[in-house]
T-cell receptor, first 112, second 117 residues
């Protein structure tokens, strides 16, 4: 099976940097995806890492270390609108298609 | 381009009843997946349909079923509802990419919030 662990909650102030960790245990691995979900909203795709290293998209960066089975999502210059839940996810290796296993999510609360 | 549309958005049922939820994917997306989201269990995969065939299945009882039509629209059905079925049911569509090119990018709808009394 596959399992992903994420801290449940992080609180930070506007303008700060927050890092959300994700450790995974999988039988096979393609890559790590990240999603954002605002309360009452749909999850939206943020990023994907297949190889070790850092991927940057604006204020968001995602990092992967395959040898450590670990990744993180970094949010810089935090804004109030970044208050949301953030999920990491892996894709089932033994099947084609889109069977994703999600972590429990990290709820980020941004304070003024 | 229109996003993923799910109907109904909210519904209330009683134990023992059955429910059908509908999902219209983004135009051109032939893969449709369903997820159940609850505070206790998080996001859990139900099943995925591609070209009217179930391609992947999660660990849910047979009371949960689905289908996909030729226009890629999908429905899921839950029979003999239980209190524990109260959840947000999310539909997601995606392009069908190869194993390596697949980034796990799904486009989710707003969900159907089911309350079972």
């Amino acid at each position: 099976g596959q399992s992903l662990e994420q801290p449940s909650e992080v609180t930070a102030v506007e303008g700060a940097i927050v890092q959300m960790n994700c450790t995974y245990q999988t039988s096979g691995f393609y890559g790590l995806s990240w999603y954002q979900q605002h309360d009452g909203g749909a999850p939206t795709f943020l990023s994907y890492n297949a190889l070790d290293g850092l991927e940057e998209t604006g204020r968001f960066s995602s990092f992967l270390s395959r040898s450590d089975s670990y990744g993180y999502l970094l949010l810089q210059e935090l804004q109030m609108k970044d208050s949301a839940s953030y999920f990491c996810a892996v894709r089932e290796v033994r099947a084609a298609g889109n069977k994703l296993t999600f972590g429990g999510g990290t709820r980020v609360l941004v304070k003024p | 381009k229109a996003g993923v549309t799910q109907t109904p958005r909210y519904l209330i049922k009683t134990r023992g009843q059955q429910v059908t939820l509908s999902c219209s994917p983004i135009s051109g997306h032939r893969s449709v997946s369903w997820y159940q989201q609850t505070p206790g269990q998080g996001l859990q995969f139900l099943f995925e349909y591609f070209s009217e065939t179930q391609r992947n299945k999660g660990n849910f009882p047979g009371r949960f079923s689905g289908r996909q039509f030729s226009n890629s629209r999908s429905e899921m059905n839950v029979s003999t509802l239980e209190l524990g079925d109260s959840a947000l049911y999310l539909c997601a569509s995606s392009l069908n990419r190869g194993l390596i090119a697949n980034t796990g990018e799904l486009f989710f709808g707003e969900g159907s919030r089911l309350t079972v009394l």
